[in-house]
């Protein structure tokens, strides 16, 4: 895993620029020229408080949206020239999402939560089921398979959501405010399961107001104003 | 997404809402049992109408006497003053070559006495074309013969029901039978024709020369001599009809002595012309009734819409998460359409099978006709089909183009 060899960058942008109600009075730039260069097996947070713009590299980042110019390049495909659909693709393959709101579907058990994004790759009924299970193994929910959402605790629905956001193995998991709405023990919990992914070689990026939460990350960046600046040291943290 | 897969998110989705989907589904039965009934009556009554058509020949000229202004100024109906002769009739068979086959005619009622049995019945007293414009055919015996018209002989054809009731299994060729009081010899049996277009029995008459009526059945009524009640007309060619008709009209006005402006004193029937305008109030009545059903089914279409459009409402964080993991709008189009399919799919299937046992009703216990058949059902599915597509398209299609962003702001 330490192998010094060149990194290939999983995310790279270049003089990112995002502007909304272009020509209007209503005009916002919400993206200053953002140059952001993140590589394989990375856990990286960007910080910032609510309209610094870290929203809109978050959803630019995860293939949501298109940049109004500059480029990105995400895991070496530019996407400026792709239609939603082929966004859609890119985003089955390269990105796994996990929300403060975990998001999970209320009326599937956990098992088929997991499972979901596999019926958009076309992979076999019973080889999903297989790698469902396996997934909820490996962020130790497996008693917990057959559960609905709601008989879920905070911390063990965020897993379900984790495993979801790896089943089709993406090289990229982005995490918007992930710890949010759990209590702090379950948010460390959380957070050392990202430095694990990091350490199979995932590429971790986390977005979030928190400083303290920022802080587990091996680089931090912080929003202002729609412009990115790495964050000096990461244990300037608490700053309350 | 493989079809399967869309199928399978389909109906998971309508079970966790079966109500809401049973209750949309039932306005697509509806629709579609109504489509079924209704087209099954709109067949069944043209069904009526072609057997009509059938049993009256479509060539045919009827000319009845005219219709009078009695005492007291009463308009009468027609034929019921004797206007017309045989007269007539040798006239528009010598001067109008596109008429093929004229036969005068008169009519009435009596008693028909064999041994103990009496059967009573319609007379028709004929000429010899009759047999062949009502497409009447010997069963058993010979037709009248030349001498049988010319020298009035008292000889009579039996309609079927009329043998039936009198002789039974008997052959009644060559028996006597009384009609009123004057003996008549059979000479033949009719072949059945059997119930007519407008329910009535057409087997239950006999038939007699026509002079032989004149002189021993219309009996005690004083007729002007030659004088007729009916002459029917074949016209060789159906496109020679009209113009048929305009010559007999024209001859018989000239030969009546009708001035220009004066009425008619005889009436023209064309047979062809009542059917069509039957067939045409049919048919208008069967677009009635389909439109009827199709706007039932437009209503449940909508119900499919509405809820659609609902449903998209509700899930709109589902999809905008759906949209995240990798579902492009394809995806998400498909999986709505599916759905508004689905509905439609089984509320088609349901509706047929309740739209078939509601024909067979109305069928056995209804006044109407009806005629169901494999086209009316594969209409009805294909209507359903279409009503899924149609009315399940705009959700879907807006479902799809959500942007992923918005949508999973959706609280």
């Known amino acids: 895993m330490e192998a010094p060899a060149p990194r290939v960058a999983v995310i790279q942008t270049q003089d990112l620029r995002r502007v909304y109600s272009a020509g209007t009075e209503a005009e916002v730039v919400a993206l200053h020229g953002v140059d952001l260069r993140i590589e394989r097996g990375e856990f990286v947070a960007i910080m910032g408080p609510s309209g610094s713009g870290k929203s809109t590299l978050m959803n630019l980042i995860g293939c949501l949206d298109t940049p109004t110019s500059g480029t990105y390049r995400c895991d070496g495909v530019d996407i400026s020239t792709l239609d939603a659909e082929e966004r859609a693709d890119l985003r089955l393959d390269k990105i796994g999402f996990v929300f403060q709101g975990f998001n999970l579907l209320s009326r599937m058990s956990a098992l088929e939560n997991v499972a979901m994004p596999m019926g958009y790759a076309n992979v076999a009924r019973d080889e999903r089921v297989r790698r469902a299970q396996a997934a909820l193994d490996a962020v130790g929910l497996t008693s917990r398979a057959q559960h609905r959402p709601s008989e879920l605790s905070g911390g063990q629905q965020q897993r379900v959501a984790i495993a979801r956001a790896l089943i089709n193995r993406p090289p990229i998991l982005l995490a918007d405010e992930p710890t949010g709405a759990l209590d702090s023990r379950t948010g460390e919990e959380i957070l050392s399961l990202f430095k694990q992914l990091r350490d199979e070689d995932h590429t971790v990026v986390l977005i979030t107001h928190d400083a303290e939460v920022a802080a587990h990350a091996d680089r931090i960046y912080e929003m202002r104003d729609g412009e990115l600046h790495a964050a000096t040291a990461p244990m300037q943290a608490p700053r309350a | ?411």
Not at chain 2, 366 to 388: D, E, M, R
């Open chain 2, 1 to 411: 997404m493989n079809f399967m897969e869309v199928l399978r998110t389909a109906v998971f989705a309508l079970r966790g809402n079966w109500m809401r989907s049973a209750l949309t589904s039932l306005g697509v039965i509806i629709g579609i049992a109504a489509v079924i009934v209704m087209v099954s009556v709109g067949q069944g009554t043209q069904a009526e109408i072609d057997k009509l058509v059938s049993g009256l020949g479509s060539n045919r000229l009827d000319i009845s006497g005219g219709s009078g202004v009695g005492g007291g100024g009463v308009r009468l109906a027609a034929g019921s003053r004797y206007t017309l002769s045989v007269d007539d009739a040798d006239a528009i068979r010598k001067e109008i070559p596109e008429v093929q086959y004229v036969a005068a005619s008169l009519r009435g009622g009596t008693q028909v006495v064999y041994a103990e049995n009496n059967w009573s019945t319609q007379w028709q007293g004929v000429q010899a074309d009759w047999f062949d414009i009502n497409e009447w055919v010997i069963a058993n015996g010979q037709p009248f013969d030349a001498r049988d018209y010319t020298g009035a002989a008292k000889s009579v054809i039996l309609g079927d029901t009329v043998a039936q009731q009198l002789f039974g299994d008997q052959d009644p060729v060559g028996q006597t039978v009384r009609l009123g009081r004057v003996p008549f010899t059979v000479v033949a049996t009719l072949k059945p024709k059997g119930q007519g277009g407008f329910g009535q029995d057409q087997d239950d008459l006999v038939v007699v020369p026509l002079e032989t009526a004149r002189r021993r059945l219309s009996g005690a009524t004083a007729l002007p001599p030659g004088a007729v009640q009916q002459i029917s007309l074949g016209v060789g060619r159906a496109e020679d009809l009209t113009y048929a008709q305009g010559e007999v009209e024209a001859l018989l006005r000239q030969r009546h002595r009708i001035q220009p402006g004066d009425d008619d004193d005889f009436t023209v029937r064309n047979i062809a012309e009542i059917v069509a305008t039957r067939t045409q109030t049919t048919r208008l009545m069967s677009l009635l009734l389909g439109a009827v059903a199709g706007i039932s089914l437009i209503v449940g279409g909508i119900g499919i819409m509405n809820i659609m459009l609902v449903s998209v409402t509700e899930r709109i964080r589902e999809i905008g998460l759906r949209m995240a993991v990798g579902a492009g709008p394809g995806d998400i189009r498909k999986q709505f359409l599916a759905e508004a399919m689905l509905i439609s799919l089984i509320g088609g299937v349901i509706g047929i099978a309740l739209g078939i046992v509601g024909a067979l009703l109305v069928g056995k216990f209804g006044a109407l006709p009806v005629a169901l058949n494999g086209k009316v059902v594969g209409l009805a599915a294909g209507f359903s089909i279409a009503t899924g597509l149609f009315f399940g398209y705009y959700p879907a299609r807006k479902a799809s183009q959500l942007d992923p962003i918005e949508a999973l702001r959706q609280q």
